[in-house]
């Protein structure tokens, strides 16, 4: 939708085709957030010194902090270990895109096309199809992590067990639980960012200059808010994965 100088859309805007697969503003500023991100990996693994320095010494106390955290929630130090690194990158990941949304030239810079001018950057999660790929990435780590903990047949007995039937009515509501979490994860990452976008589009609207800046932090605290959401329901999901079935107690 383009009114009165405000451009809203739904969807991904296609800049242009590689070899027949569109290229969206999303894409880009997805392949964009994890050039900024390997470059940063890079510099910062090249700098570490054995008397870490502020930025060295910030950042391990967050790995530390967030591995105790991991520790105690799933109540295995080697387990929190293996899963760190996704849990991390899950969060540096949502959470650089939700922070560079507001830096300039995200959303400001136009691209022609035969559409017309289309925003050439624009915030990955606020396209439905990243969050969904974010969740699905997600998804399928916890089924697995479920299977090789528990074994394909006992990790199954939580969502199909015949033994009564109220074990069997659990099992179904479990069962719609998993699957519902495509929707609520993908969806509340997506509806938060792109209504957060289309709200300081509106308010630059009509009222420009500094009256958007309070919103814009904000809207940063709630990019924040997102990223810490999406990574701990992760975390939380593996925990219930390797849970033993109900009824079943863990000696």
């Known amino acids: 939708m383009e009114s009165s100088g405000i451009h809203i859309s739904l969807k991904a ?7 027949g697969i569109p290229i969206t503003n999303s894409l880009l500023m997805t ?3 994890m050039g900024l991100l390997f470059i940063f990996v890079f510099l910062f693994r090249n700098s570490i010194k054995m008397i870490p320095g502020k930025l060295q010494a910030a950042i391990e106390w967050g790995l530390e902090g967030a591995l105790a955290y991991m520790t105690e929630t799933l109540e295995d130090a080697k387990l929190a270990k293996r899963f760190l690194p996704l849990i991390a990158t899950l969060f540096l990941f949502i959470l650089a895109i939700n922070e560079l ?3 300039p030239g995200v959303g400001s810079i136009m691209y022609h096309t035969h559409e017309g001018f289309v925003p050439l950057l624009r915030a990955s999660t606020a396209d439905l199809n990243t969050t ?3 969740t699905l990435i997600s998804v399928l780590t916890i089924e697995i992590v479920g299977i090789l903990a528990l074994g394909l047949f006992r990790y199954g007995g939580k969502f199909i067990n015949f033994s009564s039937p109220v074990n069997f009515v659990v099992g179904l509501i479990e069962l719609v639980s998993e699957l519902g979490r495509l929707v609520s994860l993908s969806f509340r990452l997506f509806g938060n960012i792109f209504a957060g976008e289309v709200l300081i589009a509106v308010i630059a609207l009509f009222v ?3 009256v958007p800046v309070p919103f814009m932090l904000f809207e940063m605290f709630v990019g924040f808010v997102q990223a810490v959401i999406f990574a701990l329901l992760t975390l939380f999901f593996i925990k219930l994965a390797v849970a033993p079935p109900h009824g079943v107690e863990a000696h």
């Open 13 to 19: 805007e296609t800049l242009g085709h590689f070899w």
């Open 132 to 134: 969904l790929a974010l």
């Open 31 to 33: 392949w964009l957030v």
């Open 208 to 210: 420009p200059y500094f």
């Open 101 to 103: 949304e507001f830096f």
